[in-house]
């Protein structure tokens, strides 16, 4: 079946270091991708998304590429702040029906100032 | 805008006693999701609506059910809340269909607590 695989956390950073969180997937078609954050108490918010391959999603300084070839689609920031403290969610969806997402595991993100 | 409102944000029920969580939307989308969510665990999705229809995934418990009256509001009801049922309940939803460019929205939630 379809399914999302991100590093696992917790992670912790200092402020402006680079960050990476690595998700890979697995589909039976041709999935688009997505990276949602959830702040402590709150529910989802759409990072960024991309719809084909190749394509480079981007927000508030986060990018991640749709990589076909490795099946990735890994979150980077080049400097990351205290407010990017929060649980980020690879996740995808296949363009067809009801379209259910389908989210990995979740990485917990703390960034010490 | 439009959104996705989920009412109320938090909600108390006791063990064992029915419990209504409501979520409307203006976004005109044909689909409205379900989600459970368990101490920052990955959203499960429970069940969703596509237009009238009822779609039950196959490890959701009988003990959760939905009503979809019009396009614009979905309910979730627990008809004997268990400790085990405190979560985030996330309603969501998305046009559907082959849109590729389509938004999947969410709402803020409801955090459920059973005492």
């Known amino acids: 079946g379809d399914s999302v695989t991100q590093m696992e956390g917790p992670v912790t950073l200092s402020e402006e270091a680079f960050l990476t969180i690595n998700c890979t997937y697995t589909?039976?078609?041709?999935?688009?991708l997505f990276w949602y954050v959830q702040y402590p108490g709150e529910g989802l918010q759409l990072l960024l998304k991309?719809?084909?391959?190749?394509d480079k999603g981007s927000n508030k300084g986060f990018e991640a590429t749709y990589r076909k070839e490795t099946t990735s689609f890994h979150l980077e920031k080049g400097s990351v702040q205290v407010s990017d403290s929060a649980v980020y969610f690879c996740?995808?969806?296949?363009?067809?029906?009801?379209?259910?997402?389908?989210f990995g595991q979740g990485t917990r993100l703390t960034i010490n100032p | 805008d439009a959104m996705v409102i989920q009412n109320p944000r938090y909600q108390v029920t006791q063990f064992g006693k029915p419990v209504t969580l409501s979520c409307s939307q203006t976004?005109?989308?044909?689909?409205m999701y379900w989600y459970q969510q368990k101490s920052s665990q990955a959203p499960k999705l429970l069940f969703h609506y596509y237009d009238k229809d009822f779609n039950n995934e196959a490890d959701t418990p009988d003990n959760f059910q939905s009503r979809r009256p019009n396009t614009s509001f979905c309910f979730l009801d627990i008809r004997s809340p268990g400790l085990g049922d405190a979560a985030m309940y996330l309603c969501?939803?998305?046009?559907?269909?082959?849109?590729?460019?389509?938004?999947?929205?969410f709402g803020s939630g409801t955090r459920l607590t059973v005492v």
């Open positions: 589909a039976t078609g041709y999935p688009s």
């Open positions: 996740a995808l969806t296949l363009i067809q029906g009801a379209q259910k997402l389908v």
């Open positions: 991309a719809t084909k391959a190749d």
């Open positions: 969501a939803t998305s046009r559907g269909g082959l849109d590729r460019n389509y938004g999947y929205t």
């Open positions: 976004l005109n989308h044909n689909v």
